[in-house]
């Protein structure tokens, strides 16, 4: 009796492995027509996929398709990749009050490189308000601990301020100017000329025309003589222009040891350091709906200022 019991259970999980799979139950209760319905449906949305529709839903089914550049617009929103630093609640609670955060106050694109102005509670200033205007050298954080890192040359010094993104004391962001650099940080401006720092307090915004690409500044900046707050010969910057030169064989006998070309490669170094492309989309399909709605109210505002109403002529 046991091995009868044994053989039915068997072809009775038979069956019903065939009655889950979806081409055999279309072939036993679809019809030809909704059959040919299907096919074309899946043909109009592979022919689809390239086309921008914020109500549109991706492929997987689990959102609104995001364009490919909300993971540079706001990076801020993609979790910490380090496994040790990650928590799924805490993260979700985080984008909520980012979002909330970004209907109160209206935060630009701005990449490293952007030159932007900054007003923040000062207690101490004679309004108690205050204004940094600087060029982004740094950009680092996620989440709420998302900060970027101005630089000005101010009556002949350098001057450094480090904002937090979401920082309830910050009460306006300006970008004046919207590029991006060669590098994705300009700390070696700390050890460069001046010029290549100064910005002017007083700088009017530059506006882009609406859709147009951002501009690269393919600016190659030299350093000053030694010595150098850090090492930079080792590092592999594109908009650096060392003078080794003036490097001893010592030192370039170092540079040379501590090289590690193959890290490129490094697929598993990769992988430990950035975040998987299905996750980004799960995230920002999160965020997608509020923040695109963000992005029109923020047009429409630009076309107002942009606006002069005409005079009239006697």
């Known amino acids: 009796m ?60 689990r959102g609104p398709v995001v364009p490919e550049q909300y993971r540079f617009i706001y990076p801020e929103f993609l979790p910490d990749p380090t496994p040790q630093h990650r928590n799924n609640m805490r993260e979700k609670l985080e984008r909520m009050d980012m979002l909330s955060r970004r209907k109160v106050i209206d935060i630009p694109e701005f990449y490293v490189g952007s030159i932007l102005a900054v007003t923040y509670t000062e207690p101490h200033a004679p309004g108690k308000s205050n204004r940094f205007v600087g ?34 004391a910050i009460q306006k962001i300006e970008c004046l100017r919207l ?29 882009l025309p609406e859709g147009a690409p951002v501009p690269v500044n393919k600016t190659i900046v030299p350093l000053k003589p030694l010595p150098w707050g850090t090492k930079w010969e080792q590092s592999n910057m594109k908009g650096l222009s060392a003078n080794l030169d003036l490097l001893t064989k010592n030192r370039l006998r170092k540079r040379d040891a501590s090289a590690k070309p193959w890290e490129k490669y490094d697929l598993m170094k990769i992988y430990r350091e950035t975040i998987p492309e299905e996750e980004q989309q799960a995230i920002y399909s999160e965020v997608f709906m509020k ?23 006697a």
Do not use: W
Not at 293 to 298: A, G, K, N, V, Y
């Open 2 to 61: 046991s091995a009868v019991r044994r053989v039915f259970t068997q072809n009775l999980i038979k069956s019903f492995n065939s009655f889950k799979t979806p081409g055999k139950s279309l072939r036993c209760f679809a019809t030809e027509a909704t059959e040919n319905k299907i096919i074309q449906d899946k043909l109009e949305s592979n022919n689809n996929n390239n086309k921008y529709e914020p109500h549109s839903s991706t492929p997987t089914g």
């Open 291 to 313: 923040l695109h709605s963000l992005e029109l109210s923020r047009k429409k505002l630009k076309r107002k200022r942009d606006f002069v109403r005409p005079t009239k002529k």
């Open 135 to 168: 060029i982004c050298i740094k950009r680092t954080g996620c989440g709420l601990r998302a900060d970027f890192l101005l630089r000005n040359v101010i009556d002949h010094q350098g001057v450094e301020v480090r904002f937090d993104m979401y920082d309830p």
């Open 179 to 207: 590029e991006k650099r060669l590098d994705d940080e300009l700390l070696y401006l700390r050890d460069a000329p001046n010029e290549f720092s100064t910005v002017p307090v007083d700088m009017e915004p530059e506006y």
